[in-house]
C-alpha cells in the first residue's frame, strides 16, 4: 500500500522559504514601478514640442506669405513699366512706320516723273532735219475712264459674261503732230520715237499720214511803210512749196522708273531731279 501514497510537501508554496524568488518579485516590481514613468515624459516633451513645433511653422508661413506678397506687388509694378515702355514701343514703331510710308510715297513719287524738259529736248533730238513738228498734245483721261479696248468680234449664240474683268485704267497719251517730207520719213521718224528712253514703245504709233491738200507759196518779208521797193515782183509768180505729209503719232510715257534713267535725265538737263534721286539713292530709299 505504499506504492499508491502520495508525499505532498506544502513548504515549498510559503515566501519565507524561498528567498530567491522573493528577491526577483521585489526586482521585477521596482522595475516594473520605474518603468511606469518614461510614456509621462515622452508625453509630456511631446505635449510641448508640438504646440511649438506648430506655433514656429505658422509663424514662418506667415512671414513667407508677407514676403510673396512683397515680391508680388514688386513684379506688379515692373509688369506696369514694361506696359508702358510697351505701349510707347509699339507707338514709336508706328511712327517709324508711318514714316517710312510717307518716305516711300515721295521716293515714288521722283522716281516716276519724268520732267517735260527732258521729255522736249529727247523729242528736239530725235527729230531729223527732214520732220518738222508743229504742234504736241497730252490727253489726261478723266478719274474712272477705262482704256479703249478692241471690241471683241460678235458671235452667234454668245451668252453674256457676267463676271467679267475690270477694265483697267487709261494712261495718259501724247499726241505729236507734224509735217515730213515723205511717207518714208514718217516711217523713219516712227522708229525713232519707239527707240527713245522716255517713251513706251508698244504704245508709240501712227495714227494719221495724209498728203498736204494745199500747196503753200513763198513769201516776200513784208517791209516798213517807209521802205520801198527797188522792183516790183508778182507774189502769184513764186514758187510752190513742194507738198508735205501731215501726221500724227500717238504715244504715251514708258513705267521705267527715274532712278534707271540718270544718265540719260542728266544728259537732257534735268540735272534738279537727278540730284534728289541720287540723294534718296544714298540714303536707301531708292535702290540703284
Do not use: H
Not at 272 to 287: F, H, P, S
Amino acid at each position: 500500500c505504499d506504492m499508491y501514497g502520495l508525499d505532498i510537501n506544502f513548504l515549498n508554496d510559503r515566501p519565507e522559504y524561498k528567498p530567491d524568488a522573493a528577491s526577483r518579485t521585489k526586482t521585477r516590481s521596482v522595475a516594473a514601478s520605474s518603468g511606469d514613468r518614461r510614456p509621462l515624459v515622452l508625453g509630456a516633451i511631446a505635449a510641448v514640442l508640438l504646440p511649438a513645433l506648430a506655433l514656429g511653422s505658422w509663424l514662418y508661413l506667415q512671414n513667407r506669405n508677407a514676403d510673396l506678397a512683397q515680391q508680388q506687388a514688386d513684379l506688379d509694378r515692373q509688369l506696369g513699366a514694361l506696359a508702358a515702355q510697351k505701349n510707347e514701343l509699339t507707338n514709336i514703331n508706328n511712327q517709324a512706320k508711318q514714316a517710312r510710308e510717307e518716305t516711300t510715297a515721295l521716293a515714288t513719287v521722283f522716281n516716276q516723273i519724268k520732267p517735260w524738259s527732258a521729255i522736249l529736248q529727247d523729242l528736239r533730238d530725235l527729230t531729223p532735219n527732214n520732220v518738222q513738228i508743229t504742234a504736241i498734245k497730252q490727253t489726261v483721261p478723266r478719274p474712272g475712264q477705262a482704256a479703249p479696248q478692241p471690241s471683241p468680234r460678235p458671235q452667234a449664240n454668245a451668252s453674256p459674261q457676267p463676271n467679267a474683268a475690270p477694265s483697267p485704267v487709261a494712261a495718259s497719251t501724247i499726241e505729236i503732230s507734224g509735217l515730213a517730207e515723205s511717207t518714208g520719213a514718217v516711217g523713219d521718224y516712227l522708229i525713232l520715237l519707239q527707240s527713245s528712253n522716255f517713251l513706251d514703245a508698244k504704245k508709240t504709233e501712227l495714227i494719221k499720214s495724209q498728203l498736204q491738200q494745199s500747196q503753200e507759196r513763198l513769201q516776200l518779208p513784208r517791209l516798213g511803210q517807209n521802205t520801198q521797193r527797188t522792183t516790183t515782183f508778182d507774189e502769184k509768180n513764186l514758187p510752190s512749196l513742194p507738198q508735205r505729209v501731215e501726221f500724227t503719232v500717238r504715244t504715251a510715257l514708258n513705267e521705267v522708273p527715274a532712278s534707271e534713267l540718270v544718265r540719260e535725265l542728266n544728259r537732257k538737263g534735268a540735272a534738279g531731279l537727278v540730284t534728289r534721286i541720287e540723294a534718296l539713292q544714298r540714303k536707301g530709299v531708292v535702290q540703284k
